[in-house]
């Protein structure tokens, strides 16, 4: 491998210019190297707008591609496991869309696979839960573990906003779509950062009028480890149109954060004793970006060896959690796997 990361694109995605295009002209030693799309004339004409060098015909042909080091894959979620297993069989590191399978059967297997290369071969996987890679999101996990709020009573996190077009992928069960595996998978990673692993006790829906087995709408009630309660909240179409927020209660103060998931646009951070002592807010830098933040870890990870914190193994535990939800609501596991 290079001195240098060159990632391939599988697929022209929408959410690709701002994820991986635009904060790889920021992060040094990592470059955009190709694209791969199944519609050769969309493939041009994305690589024309971004300076993309190299266009692929299929997914296949670009994971064959000497002149590719790491792959960056933001295929529906159906997809994910299936490319992820195919790109570290092709000798390429992984940077896969949240979420990272269908179900946790498919994230296991998975994550044995990135064991594996890793052992065998030193490729990284990673999930691209960017969020994680803000200074915001290590701060709030450090205000909870300081010990500042005392003793953790409630967890509560919700990503809600507004997909009203209801043929998108995102609500294609075939694809593992619904509400839950888009919005509710941020909901559950960021209860995990502030309370530890949850178990799931309850969970109440909506869902789409033609296909009852896609979620528009999730609310869970959940436990954790040391005893405190909480709620993971996600919709793509209720009457809760917008809302990315986190909560965490102690026995002696609560942290409320708004807008955990782009913090670099906006965000507000504060801490509110339980005595009745002054508020504290604070604010952290918007540079670097959580997605730029995100690609230097990735490359970090690649090139040096440095610690992953959306890890294959730390996905599984989040698509556990989430197919305990489906299962509290009644609803068939995306994926169709119960294995």
Known sequence: MSENLRIGLL??????????????????RVSVAAVAARDRARGEAFARKHGVPVVHTGYDALLADPGVDAVYIPLPNGLHAEWTLKALAAGKHVLCEKPFTA????????????????????????????????????????????????????????????LPRFGDIRYDYGLA????????????????????????????????????????????????????????RASMWSRRLLAIRARAVGEDGELRVTNFVMPQLYHRLTVRPRTGGPVRRERLPGRPTSYAAQLAAFAAAALDGAQVLTSARDAVVTMGVLDDIYRAAGLPLRGAAED
Do not use: K, W
């Open 177 to 232: 779509g619904g509400a839950t595996m888009d919005a509710g998978c941020y909901a559950v990673h960021v209860a995990r950062l502030l309370g530890g692993d949850p178990s799931v006790t309850s969970a109440r829906m909506l869902t789409l009028r033609r296909d009852p087995r896609v979620d528009r709408a999730m609310s869970a009630e959940v436990a954790f480890p040391g005893g405190a309660s909480g709620q993971v």
């Open 11 to 28: 697929g022209a995605a929408a959410i690709a210019p701002s994820a991986l295009i635009e904060p790889a002209r920021a992060v040094p």
């Open 103 to 162: 179900n946790r059967a498919e994230a296991e297997r998975v994550a044995d696979a990135a064991d594996a290369a890793y052992a065998r071969d030193g490729l990284v996987v990673m999930e691209a839960f960017h969020y994680r890679h803000h200074a915001l999101a290590a701060r709030m996990r450090e205000i909870v573990a300081s010990g500042e709020l005392g003793t953790l009573r409630r967890v509560e996190a919700e990503l809600s906003f507004p």
